[in-house]
């Protein structure tokens, strides 16, 4: 069975630090690429930033570029979302998402492209 998990959301001030994972399993076949992506009431899901396992590169949105970092950890089947400097428009509902197709990096952070997804998580920065 297919899972994917994130934790670590929670209630943060502004210029804060926050730092979300998402932990995988359940999966029989090699996959390629792992996202993340937010959803802020009334507004569409958008992509902050996405890692392939396969050379760990990555790809931000202009939005959180040079404020977010991801990474991974593939013997603990575990991806982290670093987030400094943290906004008030940063505010959202995160969700971690896999991908088993290859994309190049920089064309991979789009939400249809990701066959799973996991249940998401509110990140909260207080003003």
């Known amino acids: 069975q297919v899972q994917v998990v994130e934790s670590g959301g929670g209630l943060v001030q502004h210029g804060g630090s926050l730092t979300l994972s998402c932990v995988t399993s359940?999966?029989?076949?090699?996959?390629?690429?792992i996202g993340w992506f937010r959803q802020a009431p009334g507004k569409e899901r958008e992509g902050v930033g996405c890692i392939s396992l396969v050379d760990e590169s990555t790809y931000y949105s202009d939005s959180v570029k040079g404020r977010f970092t991801i990474s991974s950890d593939n013997a603990k089947n575990t991806v982290y979302l670093q987030m400094d400097s943290l906004k008030p428009e940063d505010t959202a509902v995160y969700y971690c998402a896999v991908t088993r197709w290859y994309y190049p990096i920089n064309k991979a952070l789009v939400p249809k492209k990701y066959e799973y997804w996991g249940q998401g998580i509110q990140v909260t920065v207080s003003s």
């Open positions: 359940g999966f029989t076949l090699d996959y390629h690429t």
